[in-house]
């Protein structure tokens, strides 16, 4: 006999949609480098259409404005006749039955609690709309739309089974679950990564703690397996809850278990909750609270203004992003590798010089020697810097040169978009700009995107 209780409720957190690599050009180009979106609004029945080859990457942000001021961010776009089914993300905004349906991935809201916050101040900011974020990317989105009717333009939508499940991007044993980290700079870099919590407990009371990159399914399906090789791993530390997605503990003596996570996660474990014979299974309201009280910890908990201090700075931010800014951030990255790597060269190159004038003495002609291959080089690295800028103009094509730059949703003075964002922190009963500003990141632009 199974038993799966529900510690008070299923919390109303949004698990990230499963990211959809977009197969197909839309009117504005090849896709291959982008994060192309459809949307489409619809006003007395009518559906209209629109696609942007980069918006994906910032819808989460654009959506934040509310419905007048995201459907005018919308309205910029490339006019489409029909709706396309295969891009990375996208909104349906219906104004007549006041719904917004969206689907974009938002791999840096994994936090249950950052999730939390997210859609507090989205309810805020789309009073009086039904809010449903979507998995399975613009084929389930297609689903908001109105039927074709006289005045509505037809609709062409790539259906792969209406009862299809979306993907699930998760590893399939705890082997290819876990968390490796082979050197001090990997661990450095790494801290910051979200990752699932398993706290084991025996039979004495004692725990210990593993770290993995997510719950495998070997261990969803309570296979014998799953529970040695987690057995089997090091020990990890207590992890702050600002870098926990979900987590488990397990008490294999008395045969109990609780879990907690995303949306997905809870309707997984009833779907896979016949594996756990004679086990009792309990959802976790509170997540990583009640995974600190099975491991006796008081860890690292998350308050909701270090929460609203993820989410603001890029909601805040006017970071435009295309292909000139995503190849120019590309740029900037190889050029501080290539410095790097020719100082290394120059060094490499000067040792032995600088040897023979130990033996020598000859210190004038190491000098002369070291100073004309520096300037051959240098020479020859500030050429190839030239010859990359001149190959990345190129490749740019006309029409993303002559694209007009968009205009981001919201106050376009950051002064009213700070003053926005304030009142919206206030109507979502959350912590203002005041409280949670000297908690912000010093990452800017693109670093914010990427976090998010």
């Not at 949703?409 to 002064?415: F, H, T």
Request: hydrophobic fraction near 45%; include cysteine.
């Amino acid at each position: 006999m199974v038993h799966l209780a529900v510690s008070e409720e299923l919390p109303a957190i949004v698990s990230a949609a499963e990211r959809q690599r977009c197969l197909k050009a839309l009117s504005c180009g090849d896709t291959a480098m982008s994060e192309p979106a459809m949307f489409a609004t619809v006003r007395d029945g009518v559906a209209r259409f629109f696609a942007d080859r980069w918006a994906s990457a910032v819808l989460r942000r654009e959506v934040m404005w509310g419905p007048e001021d995201f459907e005018s961010w919308v309205l910029q776009f490339e006019p489409l006749d029909e709706w396309d089914g295969e891009c990375d993300g996208g909104a349906v905004v219906d104004f007549d039955r006041r719904i917004l349906a969206w689907s974009c991935d938002a791999p840096g809201y994994r936090v249950p609690r950052v999730s939390f916050v997210y859609q507090k101040m989205l309810a805020a900011a789309w009073r009086d709309f039904e809010i449903v974020h979507v998995d399975g990317g613009n084929e389930a989105l297609a689903r908001y739309l109105p039927s074709a009717g006289e005045d509505t333009p037809a609709l062409i939508v790539q259906n792969r089974g209406p009862d299809r499940d979306p993907p699930v991007a998760r590893p399939t044993t705890v082997d290819e679950a876990r968390r490796c980290v082979t050197d001090d700079d990997e661990q450095e870099n790494d801290d910051d990564a979200i990752r699932a919590w398993v706290t084991l407990i025996d039979a004495d009371g004692k725990t210990r703690q593993r770290e993995l990159e997510a719950l495998p399914f070997d261990l969803l399906m309570a296979k014998t397996d799953a529970l040695q090789a987690l057995a089997a791993l090091g020990p990890a530390p207590i992890p702050p809850e600002a870098v926990v997605s979900e987590g488990i503990w397990i008490n294999s003596s008395e045969r109990s278990a609780g879990f907690w996570g995303p949306p997905e996660l809870y309707a997984m474990m009833k779907k896979y909750s016949e594996h756990w014979q004679d086990w009792n299974l309990t959802w976790l309201k509170k997540g990583y609270a009640d995974q600190c009280a099975a491991a006796s910890t008081k860890g690292m908990p998350m308050t909701n203004a270090q929460a609203v201090a993820i989410v603001v700075p890029l909601i805040l931010s006017t970071q435009q992003f295309d292909a000139q800014v995503m190849l120019g951030a590309i740029g900037g990255g190889l050029k501080r590798t290539a410095n790097k790597a020719v100082g290394c060269l120059l060094v490499v190159l000067s040792l032995p010089v600088l040897i023979f004038g130990l033996v020598t003495g000859n210190w004038r002609g190491v000098l002369i020697t070291i100073a004309v291959t520096s300037l051959v080089v240098l020479g020859v690295y500030q050429f190839a810097v030239y010859r990359f800028k001149r190959m990345v103009r190129r490749g740019l094509s006309d029409s993303e040169r002559e694209r007009p730059q968009p205009v981001v949703a919201g106050p376009q003075d950051e002064g009213m978009r700070r003053k926005r964002i304030d009142e919206l922190l206030n109507r979502a009963g959350l912590p203002r700009l005041a409280q949670v500003e000297h908690l912000f990141s010093d990452k800017k632009g693109l670093e914010l995107l990427a976090e998010s």
